[in-house]
């Protein structure tokens, strides 16, 4: 009586294995780079961004738009994040009156005095925005 000897082949491995390196390399972009993921950035409240130092820094901002005007180049819209409101510029058409928006964009303060009395205030000077909900 002979026993029976099975041998492994590697056949079906290999095939499978190269198959699933092609289908990887057929999921990249033209230039072989991966596609970017967006990762949710943090957020600041508008109440942290009175401070003369985050001027001219990148900030992140999620609220509830209250206002908006259409203006020569562009919009002007407020948003609400319960702790305070801010504008934001943009010379894209401003979302929706009531909208829950995700907002990055470039913190600027523009000076306005009147009377030797600095009455200026804060903005944000948008990047791009998103909105939260439908």
Known sequence: MFAKLHVY???LTTG???GLLMF???CQTPSGSQIP???PQPTATIESLREPERVKRSVTLTG?????LAIVNGWLYQINDG???IWIAT???APAISSQVRVKGILRYQPIEINSVDLGDYYL???NWVTTNQ
Do not use: K, N, S, Y
């Open 83 to 85: 702790t305070g409101e």
């Open 24 to 26: 990887t390399m057929a």
């Open 64 to 68: 509830a738009v209250t206002q908006r």
């Open 9 to 11: 082949t590697p056949r």
């Open 125 to 127: 000077d948008e990047e």
């Open 37 to 39: 993921i967006p990762l």
């Open 91 to 93: 010379q894209q058409t």
């Open 16 to 18: 499978l294995g190269a």
